[in-house]
């Protein structure tokens, strides 16, 4: 346990500096979200959705060799990745949009601390955020 506390340690400021790039790169690139997306936003409990910006590409994180071909969507503080075949579903927006308010809730680099430190104690989708981002995204497409 103590290895996987030392090496979020390490991997925090990197994770968090590459994350607030992407998100940087979201907020210049992507679209606002429309009305019924900013509804949505409203509905997961996120203060300012006006903020949000949803880029959609080919594969997320776009760029990055190591990431999970899987992966369909990311929330990187007000920036969301959307894969492209994906881009059109709404649960995986609200999914999205919950990890957005705890972003909010949380601040950036503690969210990413937590979320990463999850993902490595509870394994992923184990994890309490990504168990409420599930959560919600279901309660609101239901």
């Given amino acids: 346990m103590i290895w996987k506390r030392l090496l979020l340690h390490a991997v925090l400021p990197i994770a968090t500096t590459w994350a607030r790039r992407q998100e940087r790169r979201i907020l210049r690139a992507g679209i606002p979200l429309d009305e019924r997306q ?12 006006e903020r949000i910006r949803v880029l959609v590409v080919d594969k ?3 760029r990055v060799p190591l990431s999970a071909s899987s992966t369909i969507g990311m929330a990187l503080g007000y920036g969301i ?4 075949d994906f881009c059109g579903s709404r649960a995986l927006l609200l999914h999205e949009l919950a990890h957005t308010a705890q972003y909010e809730r949380l601040g950036f680099r503690p969210f990413l601390d937590r979320y990463l ?8 989708p184990g994890g309490a955020l990504e168990k409420e981002a599930t959560r919600l995204a279901e309660e609101l497409c239901s």
Avoid: M, W
Avoid at 38 to 49: E, F, K, M, S, T
Avoid at 81 to 84: D, E, H, T, V, Y
Avoid at 117 to 124: F, I, K, N, V, W
């Fill in 117 to 124: 430190h999850e993902c490595l104690t509870c394994g992923y």
């Fill in 81 to 84: 990745f959307l894969r492209r």
């Fill in 38 to 49: 900013l509804a949505d936003a409203r509905l997961v409990g996120i203060a300012q959705p």
């Fill in 60 to 62: 997320i994180p776009p």
